[in-house]
């Protein structure tokens, strides 16, 4: 079974989100919303597929337990089959599979205390329509 299949995104703390958003956007040319900004990629198949960039404020509490200035968000096939294998393995699930808009998400640490998120991205019509539960 594959595991991760790609960085989904990059997290960071900074001092003024805002502020640095309209930095990026001035002298690199991103297009930020509220969130930060997506990288449209292709993979080999053609398929579309994104890498989200978020800048949040320093007081940000999402990136906890982990007390590091980033997290790292991993692409993954099938969410709910990688998390009752990683339970298996011994690591430690931080909340339970939650499903939004963009797909299904959920947070562990690795063996140092970093959190990261783990996202089944809806990347076709199909899952978008059904909600993504197709696995």
């Known amino acids: 079974m594959k595991r991760v299949t790609g960085i989904g995104g ?15 956007e001035e002298h690199l040319g991103f297009n930020t919303d509220e969130y930060g900004t997506n990288f449209e990629w292709r993979q080999m198949d053609e398929q579309k597929g994104f890498t989200q960039w978020s800048p949040f404020p320093d007081s940000t509490q999402y990136f906890a337990p982990s007390n590091k200035e980033f997290m790292i968000n ?26 939004l808009e963009f797909g299904k998400f ?30």
């Open 74 to 99: 991993y692409r993954v096939d099938n969410l709910r089959e990688l998390v009752e294998i990683l339970r298996l393995e011994g690591v430690t699930i931080l909340d339970e599979i939650e499903e």
């Open 106 to 135: 959920v947070h562990i640490l690795d063996l140092e205390g970093n959190k990261i998120e783990l996202w089944e991205p809806y990347d076709n019509e199909y899952d978008k329509i059904v909600g993504g539960r197709t696995s």
């Open 10 to 24: 990059i997290f960071f703390k900074c001092k003024d989100p805002q502020q640095l958003k309209d930095w990026y």
